[in-house]
């Protein structure tokens, strides 16, 4: 036998000098090594809890809550009969509501202040960059605090609302209008808006087709207003005005009756959107300023006219650019409406990662829930964006 | 802050060693002051006066223990907590004891695996309005926005007595009690509600305390008291006996103007084993025999601390009502010390 043949013959024998095997050996070291570990820490734990008489279980989440919540809805809450998982939907939907509208108010400013930020003219241009840059510096939760204390809690007292007509009022509680009180019959308005919505989006894919083949521009935009508005006013018409209205009057301490924003809500979809709006800006005036000046210049010699040429040769190109980026603020927003418990929004971090981790004790398991509620919202919004991301990429052909 | 709270008890209950935690007091020792929770700030209860220092009726129970395990009321260091960290400050290990007007209930004892050491304070849950509003009753107030402090059990009985009254409000939550006088003194709510001795403190420190009143009724009993982790019942013991030496000393009319001479004299039983001239109380303590006397001298009875922090002629002037001796028409009553 040469030495060679030796040689191959000891490395058949042992496994681990292959690197095959040997990464695999490796990474299962590490995998059980970790499991180890969580199971010492998670049996610590409860050691720990279990020790200290502290107990542990979800079973929490099935007793009343006891404590009253000050912004409800959606849902019907009584501090007597409601429990801790009805908190935490409360605390969920609220934290919802002031999200979603917090991203569309923050899109809105960022899209039209990064616009803005890049126009020819000096003072439109100037208070945009004076917006941006005021705005991003200071610190949210400062914002909040100035929102909320230094704003909405210096209008008028109750008895001295402002008016608008005889049935808007703003004073320091918030806003008041009339709410609409929906009786017998009332579903056909919510149907005949989906079929407007429904219908307007089959005009929109229509009028595209028409306008590859003919070249003619029908006014998509207006038509679908038209029906969205039109439909269900019909629709109210058949059904005899299957609603009652229900308008703000003065009650002893506050207006009662129609319906509320509370200030609570206000300050915090204030700052949030006008904090992230100022990010949003900046990543929109990037992402149009990534688009060559040439696009422009080309639009503008085939004689495509100024709001055009930013509607359908700059912002497709630009939004390319624009989406990454946007897809970490919304997530951001979310997260940063956490920041509610310092004025007094009953939000999920405040209710019930506050006053049900307070009353229950349960530490562990309300931080866990509260924890995997954002996580989840996070991932949601970033899938969603991730979608929209591929859907405008440049296509390849 | 919370969040690092939170933090610290998960880690506390994850890393802990499984092994039996030492003592309590023999930390303490080796480490020479005792770490107390206190609130953010509550005029005459626990607050930093003009040089910086902590002073307060609920800081004076800190001291007190400092000075019968020390000999010296300053070896402490004080943790300010909100209503909502508190238990976990002291969950955590954070914290050796929390002295901050904390309402005794079954759960806190029994659930959050708490020892409350006895009563310091007692209290109830009262409303705070404007006088411009022409509220006389609390069962005027249907319809109110109530400014609440997150965490308490304010606002559980908030709940439980506007429903027992079929009555409706918004409550408005917030963490530390300066914010919920914020938004009270800024007209975003109606009432202030919590613990009434909470509302003098408060009403003493705004800036005309003459156009706020503070409604007759009281709708909750709100026991308030020191607490340790359950657990380690020997630091728990000298907790309870703090107090209790307190108490018992201004039943016996000892002071710390007549601690010395009393000492020196006295031919009184009860008033030689509480100073420590007969008997072995501080050593079953595992205490200096002088614990008593040093609280007493350093500090003062319980009626020396409450006369000095919120009694009459003080900013809050609030009466000792239930927190009399039992034999001059309160509640307060000490088991003997013998």
Request: aromatic share 10%; with cysteine.
């Given at each position: ?41 998670s049996?610590?734990t409860a050691v720990n809890l279990e020790k200290r008489g502290i107990a542990s279980g979800f079973g929490f989440l099935s007793q009343p809550s006891g404590f009253g919540i000050g912004i409800v809805l959606l849902m019907d809450y009584s501090s007597q009969t409601s429990t801790h998982l009805d908190v935490l939907i409360i605390g969920i939907i609220n934290t919802l509501a ?240 956490s920041?509610a418990t310092?004025?007094?929004y009953a939000d999920i971090t405040a209710i019930f990662a506050g006053t049900s981790l307070n009353q229950t004790g349960q530490a562990i398991e309300v931080i866990l829930i509260t924890m995997v509620f954002y996580l989840s919202i ?20 | 802050?919370k969040?690092?709270?939170f933090?610290?008890v998960a880690?506390?209950a ?69 209503a909502k960290?508190r238990f976990t400050?002291?969950q ?11 309402t005794w209930t079954f759960s806190r004892d029994v659930n959050l695996g708490f ?33 609440v402090?997150s965490g308490t059990t304010t606002e559980l009985n908030l709940a439980d007595y506007f429903t027992a009254?079929?009555?409706k409000y918004d409550s408005?939550v ?46 909750s ?9 359950h ?108």
């Open positions: 036998m040469t030495a060679e043949a030796a040689d191959l013959e000891v490395a058949k024998l042992s496994k681990f000098r292959d690197p095959r095997y040997r990464a695999i050996f490796y990474q299962i070291v590490v995998i059980a090594l970790f499991i180890l570990f969580v199971a010492y820490v049996h610590n002031v999200s979603i509208s917090g991203i569309f108010f923050a899109t809105l400013i960022g899209f039209i202040f990064g616009v803005l930020r890049l126009s020819k003219n000096w003072v439109v241009n100037k208070i945009a960059a004076v917006y941006i840059e005021v705005v991003r510096n200071i610190p949210l939760l400062v914002q909040l605090m100035f929102w909320y204390f230094a704003v909405l809690s210096v209008l008028p007292l109750v008895g001295d609302s402002i008016s608008i007509g005889d049935n808007f009022f703003i004073n320091n509680r918030g806003m008041n209008f009339p709410a609409i009180i929906p009786s017998d019959g009332f579903w056909l308005i919510p149907v005949a808006l989906l079929v407007a919505i429904v219908a307007s989006v089959m005009i929109s894919k229509w009028a595209s087709k028409r306008q590859d083949l003919t070249g003619q521009i029908f006014p998509v935009f207006w038509t679908s207003l038209g029906l969205i508005i039109i439909l269900p006013v019909i629709a109210s018409f058949i059904m005899g005005g299957p609603f009652t209205i229900s308008y703000p009057e003065f009650g002893r301490f506050s207006i009662n009756g129609g319906w509320s924003l509370e200030p609570e809500f206000l300050a915090l979809l204030l700052g949030l959107a006008i904090y992230t709006g100022a990010f949003i800006a900046e990543i929109v005036r990037s992402g149009i300023n990534s688009v060559s000046h040439g696009q422009t210049e080309a639009a503008h010699s085939l004689g495509i006219r100024g709001s055009f040429t930013m509607r359908l040769v700059i912002l497709p190109q630009a939004l390319r650019v624009i989406v990454p980026p946007l897809t970490s603020q919304y997530p951001n927003l979310t997260k940063n409406s920041l310092a004025i007094g996070s991932l949601l919004i970033s899938m969603f964006m991730n979608w929209y991301n591929k859907r405008i990429a440049l296509v390849e052909r | 802050m969040k690092a709270s933090i610290a880690t506390a994850t890393f802990m060693a499984t092994a039996a935690t030492a003592a309590t007091l023999d930390d303490v020792k080796a480490k020479g002051f005792i770490q107390c929770g206190v609130t953010t700030g509550l005029a005459g209860f626990a607050a930093p006066n003009n040089e910086g220092q902590w002073v307060g009726f609920d800081v004076d129970f800190c001291r007190a223990m400092s000075a019968a395990i020390f000999g010296d009321p300053d070896k402490v260091k004080y943790t300010p907590t909100t960290e400050a002291l955590s290990g954070e914290i050796d004891v929390l002295a901050r007007n904390t020892e409350f050491v006895g009563v310091n304070y007692y209290d109830g849950q009262g409303f705070m309005v404007k006088k411009a509003l022409g509220v006389k009753s609390a069962k005027e107030l249907d319809g109110a926005r109530v400014c402090q009254n079929g009555m408005v917030f963490d530390t009690a300066d914010e919920v006088r914020e938004a009270y003194l800024k007209d975003t709510c109606d009432v202030y509600t919590t613990d009434a001795s909470g509302l003098y403190a408060q009403r003493s420190v705004v800036a005309d305390p003459s156009a706020h009143i503070i409604l007759p009724e009281i709708i009993k709100e026991p308030l008291g020191p607490l340790v982790r657990g380690d019942n020997e630091w728990g013991d000298i907790a309870r006996w703090t107090l209790n030496a307190m108490i018992e000393a201004e039943e016996l009319n000892i002071t710390s103007s007549n601690v010395d001479t009393l000492k020196a004299e006295t031919e009184n039983p009860s008033i030689q084993r509480i100073l420590g001239t007969s008997g072995d109380l501080g050593q079953q303590l595992r205490l200096d025999n002088d614990w008593a006397y040093n609280i007493v001298k350093l500090v003062g009875n319980y009626g020396e601390s409450f006369a000095r922090n919120l009694g009459e002629g003080t900013d809050l002037n609030i009466a000792r009502g239930l927190n009399q001796q039992w034999n001059k028409g309160g509640i307060l009553y000490a088991p003997p010390l013998r």
